[in-house]
């Protein structure tokens, strides 16, 4: 375990103390994991209401320059060159065996493409779009912090600052004026509600972040509920759903392959990748609802009616949306169908469980 005065902070760490916030070493850095409320309480509350996220601990980059579309295009296989100013696209960085390096958003802006990557690999992946972009063109925004506020009624409470908001679709981004803060603000997030995510200059976020707090549908949530949101959502997590051995085709993530990228290929990995399009993969992620109320946590085994090995869960835990136990893992192709029995290895005692279809919850955005 990291030391905490070893751990980075973001310029929201002040204020989590101050609202009681119990922390925990993630990527690096020192986060809130829950508040005094509880975890269930924040899951809870960001379902029906508002929640606010530090997620600063991301990457932020700003891309500029001549060829820089192309350059991004041979590193992901999201079709960046269709992409219209001020809209947002989820891909993929790919290695040369078709594994996925990270998960990132990418919009596109008047001028540049603004990206967030994920805050384990934001080193690595600066790195990587350097080496494989025209010189310059590549750069980490440092002096910016990010929030998510997420929920039914985060939209509603954006438009109460500026209601500009209420034009803008899902996925879609643009500067807002928030409190007086000039803010880059995208309408997406990560627990499968309604949202919006903002991008604030560092010296500015407390007093954003105070002022979303003092509206009254909103409160704070750590990184606790964001996990248990993101996978009743059935979203994945870097370095628990994906990693350099797991390629799009077995995450089930084959939608953010462009129609033009399968048909031109031209990207790291695309030759395995759209092979296995073809081929079928040899494993495929599934929704998992285990039968008792014992959570499966990352790293159980799934086996079949004979207790033979099948596949593995990569999150697991209670879902408090869903009322019991959800996860996610992956299984050969033979018993990915919904409704398949399995088992899952809890403490040397197989349970019964069943592969369920993915989200466990309704996608609440709009």
């Known amino acids: 375990m990291t030391a905490p005065e070893t751990l980075l902070t973001t310029p929201l760490h002040g204020l989590h103390r101050e609202l009681g916030a119990e922390f925990g070493g993630f990527a690096g850095y020192d986060m809130p994991i829950r508040y005094p409320a509880g975890i269930m309480a924040e899951h809870l509350h960001c379902r029906a209401s508002a929640a606010l996220f530090d997620v600063s601990h991301m990457g932020q980059v700003l891309v500029k320059g001549p060829g820089v579309i192309e350059a991004l295009e041979r590193l992901v296989p999201g079709d960046i060159e269709a992409l219209k100013v001020g809209r947002q696209r989820y891909t993929l960085f790919t290695n040369a065996h078709g594994g996925?390096?990270?998960?990132?958003?990418?919009?596109r802006r008047e001028s540049d493409l603004y990206v967030v990557v994920n805050a384990g690999c934001k080193s690595g992946d600066l790195a990587h779009m350097q080496a494989h972009m025209p010189p310059g063109t590549v750069v980490m925004l440092d002096d910016r912090a990010?929030?998510?506020?997420?929920?039914?009624?985060?939209?509603?409470?954006?438009?109460?600052?500026?209601?500009?908001?209420?034009?803008?679709?899902?996925?879609?981004?643009?500067?807002?004026?928030?409190?007086?803060?000039?803010?880059?603000?995208?309408?997406?997030?990560?627990?499968?509600?309604?949202?919006?995510?903002?991008s604030v200059p560092a010296e500015h976020a407390e007093t954003l972040a105070r002022l979303l707090l003092a509206q009254p549908e909103v409160m704070p949530a750590?990184?606790?509920?964001?996990?248990?949101?993101?996978?009743?959502?059935?979203?994945?997590?870097?370095?628990?759903?994906?990693?350099?051995?797991?390629?799009?085709?077995?995450?089930?993530?084959?939608?953010t392959i462009g129609k033009r990228r399968k048909l031109e290929g031209g990207f790291l990995g695309a030759e395995p990748i759209l092979e296995q399009l073809f081929a079928g993969p040899?494993?495929?992620r599934v929704g998992i609802r285990p039968e008792g109320k014992a959570p499966a946590r990352a790293h159980t085994i799934i086996v079949d009616e004979t207790s033979n090995e099948i596949g593995e869960i990569t999150s697991?835990?209670?879902g408090p949306s869903v009322g019991g136990p959800v996860a996610m893992g992956y299984v050969t192709p033979d018993y990915a169908d919904d409704g398949t029995a399995i088992g899952l290895v809890i403490r040397g005692k197989v349970h019964p469980a069943r592969i369920a279809p993915l989200p466990f919850v309704p996608k609440g955005w709009k």
């Not at 996925?100 to 919009?107: A, F, S, Y």
């Not at 803060?181 to 949202?195: F, K, L, M, Q």
């Not at 990184?223 to 077995?250: H, I, K, M, Q």
Request: net charge negative; proline share 4%; charged share 25%.
């Open 222 to 255: 750590g990184l606790g509920a964001r996990d248990s949101l993101r996978l009743e959502a059935g979203l994945c997590l870097y370095g628990a759903d994906l990693d350099e051995n797991t390629t799009p085709v077995e995450a089930g993530l084959t939608w």
């Open 146 to 198: 990010l929030v998510a506020l997420q929920g039914p009624k985060a939209v509603d409470v954006i438009a109460r600052l500026d209601p500009h908001i209420g034009a803008m679709p899902f996925m879609s981004a643009r500067e807002l004026t928030l409190g007086g803060i000039d803010c880059w603000v995208s309408r997406s997030g990560y627990t499968g509600e309604d949202g919006v995510e903002i």
């Open 100 to 107: 996925i390096m990270d998960d990132l958003m990418v919009t």
């Open 282 to 284: 040899r494993r495929i």
């Open 316 to 318: 697991g835990g209670f």
